[in-house]
């Protein structure tokens, strides 16, 4: 009896074994072994980004706005933001831009620094998130690490289920703008997650899922609404969804934006562009300053930083990638879309950092890695020929 028991265990075992790996082999096209290898790496990024964050100056009002959803007080918006900054190693080094009237003003002055907070509290989807965590008892900075972390590991495993390549998707991670990400302690990290995820699910024909993840997306930031409209769009024209329900998904991503904009009391954009680009506005809710058509002009001239991004690059890789895949490969509408995408954001926000098209860079070498597969399809079979 106690044999038959343990065959019957054994059996079992294998059973759920050989379950097990056949869901992997489908989800991220490995074995067990090598999921569990990539996984491990992933994790091992991702914790050395939590522990190593960039001592931005964001991390400051970044903690602000997700104070000042509790407070009202700018005084104490202002005490709980220096206390959580100057509490997390390395605090952010005031002593190297001390010296410029807007970094002095905002650390010493409450009242302008709770202005500052809409620009910051408009990413409300990351801000409330980290708000959540904080009243469960974690710090604030601690929490939008974590947030962070999260973040990157859908990333890794996303990209892994995408390219079903560990070792090609190990070192998509390893370049340098999405290794930063794991760094990151600003909504960027969130936002590429909802939206990388939303073209892996576009490839996959999960259209509803796909939309909902653009829609999750100007939650996060309000600004993907540049990119969100056109895919939208184009998921309509090629009948991927209905009319009637893709206007209804355009309604809620612009009522969702100004929703945002109205809770966080966000400026205009005259105002955003003036503050980022040409001098920032010390009082942009008392004394806000617009910018003029001279200053957008200028703020052009900082798209002379292109060369120096990655972003040249990866439009290459995305150029080589169209040239090869066939054109009935949805990489073939998708990887124009990203262009477009890619240009109108720098129309309206002329700011090339990397940080706002890693999703673009992802999808890039997405489409890069298939479109060998397809090389070496074509090759085998002349080789047979």
């Known amino acids: 009896m106690d ?175 999405v290794l930063n990400m794991s760094r990151m302690v600003t909504a960027d990290p969130l936002s590429t997650a909802a939206t990388f995820l939303a073209m892996y699910f576009l490839t996959n024909d999960r259209n509803l899922l796909a939309a909902n993840l653009l829609l999750l997306s100007v939650v996060v930031r309000i600004d993907n609404l540049l990119l969100v409209i056109p895919f939208l769009i184009w998921m309509v024209l090629r009948k991927r969804l209905k009319l009637t329900i893709t206007s209804a998904y355009v309604a809620m991503s612009i009522a969702t934006a100004l929703f945002i904009s109205w809770i966080a009391r966000i400026y205009q954009w005259r105002v955003v562009l003036q503050h980022g680009f040409i001098k920032p506005v010390i009082e942009p809710v008392t004394h806000p300053v617009q910018i003029s058509i001279s200053g957008y002009l200028f703020a052009l001239t900082e798209l002379r930083a292109i060369p120096y991004t990655s972003l040249i690059m990866w439009l290459l890789v995305m150029a080589v990638a169209w040239k090869i895949l066939p054109s009935c490969s949805i990489f073939s509408e998708l990887l124009p879309l990203t262009i477009i995408c890619v240009l109108i954001r720098l129309v309206f926000f002329p700011n090339p950092d990397d940080r706002f098209f890693v999703w673009a860079y992802l999808l890039a070498g997405s489409a890069l890695i298939q479109a060998t597969h397809f090389g070496a399809s074509i090759n085998s079979e002349k080789h047979l020929a």
Not at 14 to 40: D, H, M, S
Not at 135 to 156: D, E, H, Q, W
Request: glycine letters at 6%; aromatic letters at 14%; one cysteine or more.
């Open 3 to 177: 044999y038959a028991l343990m065959h019957d265990d054994l059996s079992s075992c294998k059973t759920a074994e050989y379950t097990v790996q056949p869901k992997l082999k489908r989800w991220f096209g490995c074995t067990g072994a090598a999921f569990i290898l990539y996984a491990c790496f992933c994790l091992i990024l991702a914790f050395a980004g939590y522990r190593r964050p960039l001592p931005t100056f964001d991390r400051y009002l970044y903690a602000g706005a997700v104070a000042s959803l509790r407070y009202r007080d700018p005084t104490t918006i202002h005490n709980v933001a220096r206390g959580e900054t100057d509490e997390q190693q390395p605090p952010f080094n005031y002593a190297a831009v001390a010296s410029e009237p807007y970094f002095a003003d905002v650390r010493d002055n409450p009242q302008h620094f709770a202005e500052q907070l809409g620009l910051f509290r408009v990413k409300l989807g990351y801000i409330a998130t980290g708000y959540l965590l904080w009243r469960m008892g974690l710090p604030i900075l601690s929490s939008l690490r974590l947030i962070t972390t999260f973040a990157f590991i859908v990333i890794g495993l996303t990209l892994l289920s995408w390219t079903q390549e560990p070792c090609l998707a190990a070192l998509l991670l390893l370049i340098a703008p």
